[in-house]
């Protein structure tokens, strides 16, 4: 028991799990026997299964039944359930496809039905179920007041709304001015300019994997790895501190997890030429420089020619460069995050000059 | 355009049959759920303590009511009831009269409500009218508006005016009306005005007991949910604390007390009986005469409740709220013992079982009852109530003191005495007198080898010594830390003798170990000092362990060293507290050869002498020296340096270490700072500051202290630290008591955020006492005498020696009121023995007081008894024939039998046989000393001033029963006509022309007391002896008579 929980304790640090994650997302969304209704089953088997092994736990119970922690619970199996919804309604869908027959949308949506019952009927119902929830809820766990904010005194660890802390994950290896500001800010204008990039007519309102493989398993590499899985990380694995503590670990605020972190100029400078580092800031971090240069200037243009012709020669080259622009900076954040984990990096850019660290 | 209904049977999207079922299923799930809600809102705690006091309060009305109607005397209620009756008899028999004058009344009452609102409504359109022609007049003053305006205001006026008259002729008319109906209903009304003044007691508790009623309707609408918000008759109950705050961080808010609320009967007198009243919450706070009744020091709505017990002041919940148990560490510990007994025997957990074996601890009671947890939301719960006295500690810090807080006077005199406060900053305890003895001369004094021993473990020599334990603690207990702590104490010791002012003293004769013991016993030092080996360390009541017990000094310092010491204390250590009893050279010996005899603690001298450890020693430097220098030179630097260098290095650096100039002085260290953390507000220190280590305790900040009082080096348990890392702070070897004491203190010491004029104000005659209180600590005064009713200690010693407790220092009662200021100032400046009770062998030792500290005594000794200050009214002219009287009845009274009037008196006393116990003070320096009006009264009320004086009561209390002003007689009058007294009544006939004259002297004890007065002021005193034209001061004595 000990050791399998050790076990689950080590695969749940962040670079194990998050590699784990993205290996099983995408594993599974090309796994159709999960995409049934008793892949389903198995699915909620698994994850309520891993509750109830879990809730055996002291520690783990601490952290779950926290009042604010509660949502979370729920927010898990709400994304699960809509993520195997979604695709099972796409492997139908799939499969009529395959044999010539519309998508079951299609005839749904040829039926025309009354708003009453059919709608508010529904709605009413809805309005009442969730009354008798909010009451219940409400009366069952208190609403978790604190003292009045001190700032000499900051609560530890001081934890963002839920819904904010995959962004407060993204502070431990970005700035805030990267974390708080530009990446968000990319966030909404790439979800902006999805429809005018991805022009594609098929996969329009119906479920369908086969036809959009590619931007299906993009944007639930952005939504459930970057968002909701930095979301359970934030939650329920950082600690005092700030401090990575597996499910099943003690929250000790006293434990102590060395931060030996390196930039780029200091690897380059220190630990390869042998020499000090140059005191010029520019001649300092220009392999940094030069390394966002060519990842940002020069990598979309190299990928055109090589890996992402097809998609150069179908969208055009202005849908092309700022698609994959995009793409390139969501895909900039895990790349950072595993620097960090594997090489200790710090920056990239760290221009401390003019507080620009990237 | 209206479409048409598609055909049936309409297609829908979902099974509306079932979509029914859930619709009606859920509506019928979200009624309970409502009313969960609504229970939830409104079945709170409070309303059941509310009902349950209501109860409790009816009960007790019931009682009362019981009583009040068995006081009233049925005969005179019948009669006045058979009075009432005869008026309702005679009001039937004028019924037409009666009917007629009431019909009148009413009509009288109808016209002047007429009238009356006729002259309201007048008044207000004259108000109005002038103002218009104000307003007018002043923008435009010649206008035709303006002449208009005036005039309509003037004829409003004249209307006003005349209705004035109507209403006041109306009401006239109305109240001869009323007149003559009261002449008809006179029997009746006054039957029942008596009525209700004899029953007056029985109506107040019917009347109450209505008000109280719990089981009707109106009560039941009143309190029911959603009504319960017009006029509930339970609600809560809060008071606004003016000047009070809770600290937000960013603003302060005011205090709002709601703990009446559940604690409805705290102000309310009745409900003590613990008997009768079992839930603390319902009963009466247990002192009202200091807290919450309105004419106490601290009344409630001025000072809540929370700013005494702490806590969360709007909180109505029992958790929220801030309760704290006593015995939360004691219930963590037992209920991690069941649940491992548990584990062990394979049980399931079960927090139940746990908490049902609970009982024996409150935590656990209110666990099982109220449904008790840490809030650890809540920066500031409440004192546990063992701790209460905490609360007075917030404002009262800078009293001497604390005569009312037993538990937090002896926290106080602890951190006083034990010298917390050396190494720890607390406010309000500062400037004291140092805890330790000076060592810039202890070379002079003491060996090396016997300071290192005592540093090894200094109750080893003395139990009850107040210096703590630094080394051998459980943090060192291994070998390697025995080697090390070894290697400090040399050093230490090395340094501080190095260091040291090396003096010799001149030799001391040989003297008398018995005599030495007589004078022991006799001339006072056992008010300060015991010598009795094996004692335990007494700091409350502990006047007598002031200095230290005089066991095992032929161990520790030589003959001469004790007997300069005790010829001049100052000679050695100039800011000493040890006073000068003035003894001759063959006193002296003869102590030295007494002191020098007292055994010691047998283990003592066999007990190691640590010598360093030349390996740690040299670890040691070379870790001192690597924090300013690089390893290199560091390792250059320990080979170069002698043995003695290291020693002496080491030295210096583990003082600085340890801190122990904090309460000795110490040469090179006059000027380093005390090395422990700064507890003036500690009490609101975040709990999470604390480090816990790996100890298992709960987190609180009571807990945590009371580990650390105890067991201060207990933090570093399991943990890996360097030597500069470990904890420094020593053992005290407090018991549980003490720790608890010192807590109260330590938890009290908080921020006193409140408004100035809620503060102690520390000026005027409270700071003079406060002040003079403070002297009377730091020099042990009350070691001798019995001082504020507490104190004199010696007693103890003198009754264990069978010496007359007659011979005991004075009881010092009454001292302000009693002696001339500048004597006392002159008194204790110089004290002579000999001068007033020359009988007594104890010595009023000479104090090394400066000239501010004399002014604060005798300023405090006037302010305690609210004396003149400073000067007494210099009587230099006395009414001779007064004088006369008092010198005849000094005579008749015998009282020259115990007071010597001179010192030649006194010397032909004792020839004569006297004794000690038959003498009373000499008379002779009265005047110097005593105060002129003080003496009478002195005279007429002994035994007032001074319970149990030998002084008899001449004149007694005559008793008039309580609440009579109090009034003495004089005996003497009655016996003035025996033939014992014939001379003497001669002599008063003589002196006040007539019988009758010398009658009314004697039998008013007021001018037997002024003129005996009067004679023992004359009594030594030369300016009298010269008559002298009447001084401006004088007159008013003169004119008394």
């Not at chain 2, 937090?408 to 309000?428: A, P, T, V």
């Amino acid at each position: 028991m000990t050791a399998l929980k050790d076990i689950i304790n080590w695969l749940a640090s962040p670079a194990i799990a998050v590699t784990l994650s993205m290996i099983g997302l995408v594993g599974a969304m090309f796994c159709k026997p999960l995409w049934t209704k008793k892949g389903g089953l198995l699915l909620f088997a698994t994850l309520v299964g891993g509750f109830l092994f879990s809730f055996t736990d002291p520690n783990f119970r601490i952290v779950a039944t926290t009042p604010d922690n509660v949502p979370i619970l729920g927010m898990l199996f709400l994304v699960g359930f809509f993520f195997w919804y979604a695709m099972y309604q796409a492997h139908l869908n799939d499969a009529r496809l395959a044999l010539g027959m519309p998508p079951l949308e299609k005839e749904d949506s040829d039926k025309k039905v009354f708003s009453w019952p059919d709608l508010v009927y529904v709605e009413l119902v809805s309005l009442i179920v969730c009354s008798i929830v909010m009451i219940v809820w409400s009366i069952v766990l208190k609403a978790p007041l604190e003292e009045p904010a001190n700032p000499g005194a900051a609560p530890n660890p001081a934890k963002a709304p839920w819904y904010f802390l995959g962004l407060q994950e993204l502070l431990v290896y970005f700035d805030p001015w990267m974390a708080g500001v530009v990446l968000p800010t990319l966030i909404i204008v790439g979800l902006m300019a999805i429809p005018y990039i991805d022009t594609n007519p098929r996969g329009n309102g119906y479920f369908s994997f086969r036809e959009r493989k590619w931007e299906i398993v993009m944007f639930c590499f952005g939504f459930i790895i970057l968002w909701v899985v930095l979301i359970i990380l934030g939650t329920f694995l950082r600690g005092p501190n700030w401090n990575f503590f597996g499910p099943y670990e003690y929250w000790d605020p006293n434990k102590l997890v060395p931060l030996n972190n390196v930039s780029v100029s200091e690897i380059f400078w220190v630990k390869w030429l042998r020499t000090a580092l140059p005191t010029f800031w520019l001649k300092r971090e220009l392999p940094g420089i030069l390394l966002i240069l060519f990842y940002m200037g020069a990598l979309p243009g190299l990928l055109s020619k090589t890996l992402f012709k097809r998609f150069y020669e179908k969208m055009g080259m202005v849908r092309y460069f700022v698609g994959v622009n995009l793409f390139l900076i969501m895909l900039a954040v895990p790349i950072k995050m595993y620097l960090r984990w594997i090489f200790n990096l710090k920056y990239i850019v760290n221009i401390q000059e003019f507080s620009f660290n990237i | 355009m209206a479409k048409a209904p598609p055909p049936e049977p309409i297609d829908h999207h979902y099974d509306i049959r079932k979509l029914t079922i859930v619709f009606a299923v859920t509506s019928i799930l979200v009624l309970p759920a409502f009313a969960w809600m609504t229970w939830q809102d409104y079945g709170r705690d409070w309303k059941s303590w509310q009902k349950k006091f209501i109860e409790n309060d009816r009960k007790r009305t019931r009682a009362a009511l019981n009583a009040a109607s068995e006081k009233i005397d049925p005969e005179a209620e019948e009669k006045l009831l058979e009075q009432k009756r005869e008026g309702a008899r005679e009001l039937r028999r004028n019924r037409t009269a009666v009917s007629e004058a009431e019909h009148k009344a009413r009509k009288a009452e109808g016209a002047w409500y007429d009238s009356d609102q006729d002259f309201r409504f007048k008044k207000a359109e004259m108000d109005t009218a002038r103002y218009d022609f104000e307003t007018v007049r002043k923008e435009s003053p010649k206008s035709s508006s303006t002449a208009s305006s005036r005039k309509s205001y003037e004829r409003l006026k004249a209307a006003y005016e005349s209705s004035t008259v109507v209403e006041q002729a109306a009401h006239a008319a109305w109240d001869s009306a009323k007149a003559e109906l009261a002449a008809l209903e006179k029997t009746k009304k006054d039957a029942e005005e008596s009525l209700t003044k004899l029953d007056g007691d029985y109506d107040r508790f019917q009347a109450k007991i209505r008000t109280l009623r719990q089981n009707d309707a109106f009560y039941f609408v009143r309190n029911a949910p959603i009504a319960d918000m017009l006029a509930p008759s339970l609600k809560i109950q809060q008071v606004q604390l003016e000047g009070l705050y809770n600290d937000v961080n960013f603003l302060k808010s005011q205090r709002v007390d709601r703990c009446v609320t559940c604690h409805i009967a705290a102000e309310t007198r009745g409900f003590e009986d613990k008997e009768k009243y079992p839930e603390s919450v319902l009963r009466t706070h247990p002192r009202l005469d200091l807290f919450v009744d309105s004419n106490s020091p601290h009344p409630y709505a001025t000072f809540g409740c929370t700013s005494c017990h702490g806590g969360r002041d709007r909180a109505t919940d029992f958790a929220r709220a801030g309760h704290m148990p006593n015995d939360f560490a004691r219930y963590e510990e037992l209920a991690g013992e069941l649940q491992q007994g548990r584990d062990e025997k394979g049980l399931p957990t079960d927090d139940d079982v746990v908490k049902e074996a609970m009982d024996e601890t409150q935590t656990g009671r209110w666990i099982k009852e109220y449904d008790w947890e840490v809030d650890k939301f809540n920066d500031l719960p409440m004192y546990p109530m063992k701790a209460v006295e905490a609360g007075c500690f917030r404002c009262h810090r800078t009293d001497a003191g604390h005569p009312k807080a037993a538990k937090l006077d002896q926290g106080r005199k602890l951190i006083e005495q034990l010298g917390c406060w050396s190494c720890h900053k607390m406010k309000g305890l500062e400037d004291l007198p140092r805890t330790g003895p000076n060592l810039t001369k202890v070379a002079s004094k003491t060996t090396p080898e016997w300071a290192a021993r005592w540093l090894v473990n200094p109750r080893a020599f003395r139990n009850n010594t107040k210096m703590p334990r630094f080394f051998y603690l459980q943090n060192f207990d291994t070998e390697a830390g025995h080697k090390l702590t070894d290697t400090m104490i040399a050093g230490v010791t090395a340094y501080l003798f190095e260091k040291s002012g090396k003096e010799s003293w001149p030799a001391v004769a040989k003297g008398d170990a018995a005599r030495g013991q007589q004078l022991f016993e006799n001339v006072g030092c056992q008010g300060c000092h015991i010598s009795e080996v094996g004692a335990d360390r007494h700091v409350m009541d502990g006047w007598r362990q002031h200095g230290p017990n005089l066991i095992g000094l032929s161990q520790k310092v030589s003959p001469e060293w004790l007997g300069a010491w005790l010829k001049n204390p100052k000679a050695y250590n100039a800011e000493t507290r040890m006073p000068n009893l003035r003894l001759a050279d063959d006193e002296i010996a003869d102590l030295v050869a007494y002191l020098m005899s007292r055994p010691a603690q047998p283990e003592f001298q066999r007990s190691h002498a640590p010598k360093a450890d030349e390996k740690e020693r040299d670890a040691l430097v070379y870790d001192y020296l690597t924090q300013t220098k690089s390893v290199v030179e560091a390792k250059a630097d320990v080979a170069k340096m002698t043995p003695r260098e290291k020693d002496l290095f080491v030295g210096e650096k583990i003082i600085g270490h340890y801190g122990c100039y904090a309460c000795h002085a110490i040469p090179g260290f006059e000027k380093a700072k005390p090395i422990g953390v700064e507890l003036s507000e500690w009490g609101n220190k975040p709990v999470h500051l604390l480090d816990f280590g790996f100890l298992n305790l709960p987190h609180t900040r009571a807990d945590w202290f009371q580990q650390k009082a105890g067991q201060p080096r207990s933090f570093d348990r399991d943990k890996v630290k360097s030597f500069q890392e470990k904890s420094r702070m020593p053992q005290f070897s407090l018991s549980p008591a003490e720790i608890e004491a010192v807590e109260t203190v330590v938890l009290g010491m908080q921020k006193d955020d409140m408004a100035d004029a809620l503060k102690v104000k520390a000026a005027g005659a409270r700071a003079a006492v406060e002040t003079g209180r403070r002297i009377v600590k730091d020099y042990n005064c009350q070691g001798c005498h019995i001082l504020e009713d507490k104190g004199g200690q010696i007693r103890e010693a003198m009754t264990a020696n069978k010496i007359d407790l007659a011979l005991a220092p004075p009881i010092i009662r009454g001292e302000g009121a009693k002696v001339q200021s500048d004597w006392l100032f002159s008194f204790l400046h110089a004290p002579r023995s000999g001068q007033i009770r020359p009988w007594l062998k104890v010595r009023m030792p000479t104090f090394p007081f400066n000239p501010d500290q004399l002014n604060a005594i005798t300023s405090y000794f006037a302010s305690l008894d609210k004396a003149r200050y400073p000067f007494e009214d210099r009587v230099d002219a006395l009414d001779a024939r007064s004088r006369a009287a008092g010198a005849k009845t000094f005579e008749a009274l015998k009282c020259a039998q115990c007071h010597p009037t001179s010192q030649d008196a006194f010397a032909l006393a004792i020839k004569a046989g006297k004794t000690p116990a038959d003498l009373a003070p000499i008379l002779a320096a009265a005047h110097n000393r005593l105060r002129y009006e003080w003496i009478a009264d002195w005279i007429k009320r002994p035994e007032e001033w001074m319970p149990g004086t030998r002084m008899p009561t001449n004149f007694p209390k005559m008793d008039d029963g309580p609440g009579k002003p109090e009034k003495r007689i004089s005996p003497l009058a009655p016996a003035l006509d025996s033939p014992a007294f014939a001379g003497f009544k001669r002599d008063l006939v003589a002196i006040w022309g007539s019988e009758a004259e010398a009658k009314a002297y004697i039998g008013d004890p007021d001018r037997v007391t002024k003129a005996l007065r009067d004679h023992v002021w004359s009594l030594g005193n030369d300016f009298l002896t010269v008559p002298q034209a009447p001084k401006r001061r004088a007159t008013t004595v003169v004119a008394s008579h």
